[in-house]
T-cell receptor, first 117, second 113 residues
Framework: DAGVIQSPRHEVTEMGQEVTLRCKPI?????LFWYRQTMMRGLELLIY????????DSGMPEDRFSAKMPNASFSTLKIQPSEPRDSAVYFC???????????????FGPGTRLLVL | DQQVKQNSPSLSVQEGRISILNCDYT??????FLWYKKYPAEGPTFLIS?????DKNEDGRFTVFLNKSAKHLSLHIVPSQPGDSAVYFC????????????FGAGTRLAVHP
């Protein structure tokens, strides 16, 4: 299994531009999570999906952020327009429903490092 | 309002000694606590966990202790090795919360020879 796949790995853009981050979860996993990592706040949960349906988006910072999951194998996180304070590492994670084992809780992708100039 | 707190941003330990990483939480509805380890340019990976009904869980060199009355948990690494140098995140799972995890800010551990 290739694990959770994220693209791009690095993104540099200018303030005001649209940014789209992509994620392919592990096949068969029913949950998908988007996180943002910053020095000040650590790992923050932005939004998560169950069976492609958004369950909790309370962590999305503002309307400039949106996330979609059109099918079980693909999700996007979009920032429009981007601002310098959005610079961070964005992680996607997936997990399997129906398990009580915390070992199966979440598998993380390698992250996308975003820099907004 | 941070529900999971790691108050030490960094820790430096000599190889062979014990590393102790601490974590505090405020929500009594967490049913599992987990530690994730993160190397640079990689995503976090699961390390060890503990159920809220237990007070200790051990896996090789790694032991997690839970003190529910104090809402405190700690990760002990004995003996520490240079390969343990990484950022360690404490996380708590929300009971009935669809595998939702609340993470702390992380502690950077440096193990030096």
């Amino acid at each position: 299994d290739a694990g959770v796949i994220q693209s791009p790995r690095h993104e540099v853009t200018e303030m005001g531009q649209e940014v789209t981050l992509r994620c392919k979860p592990i096949s068969g996993h029913d949950y998908l999570f988007w996180y943002r990592q910053t020095m000040m706040r650590g790992l923050e949960l932005l939004i998560y999906f169950n069976n492609n349906v958004p369950i909790d988006d309370s962590g999305m910072p503002e309307d400039r952020f949106s996330a979609k999951m059109p099918n079980a194998s693909f999700s996007t996180l979009k920032i429009q327009p981007s601002e310098p304070r959005d610079s961070a590492v964005y992680f996607c994670a997936s997990s399997l429903v129906g398990t009580t084992s915390p070992k199966e809780t979440q598998y993380f992708g390698p992250g996308t490092r975003l820099l907004v100039l | 309002d941070q529900q999971v707190k790691q108050n030490s941003p960094s820790l430096s330990v000599q190889e062979g000694r014990i590393s102790i990483l601490n974590c505090d939480y405020t929500n009594s509805m967490f049913d599992y606590f987990l530690w994730y380890k993160k190397y640079p340019a990689e995503g976090p990976t699961f390390l060890i966990s503990i159920s809220s009904i237990k007070d200790k869980n051990e896996d090789g060199r790694f032991t997690v202790f839970l003190n529910k009355s104090a809402k405190h948990l700690s990760l002990h690494i004995v003996p520490s090795q240079p390969g343990d140098s990484a950022v360690y995140f404490c996380a708590a799972r929300v009971s009935g919360g669809y595998n939702k995890l609340i993470f702390g800010a992380g502690t950077r551990l440096a193990v030096h020879p």
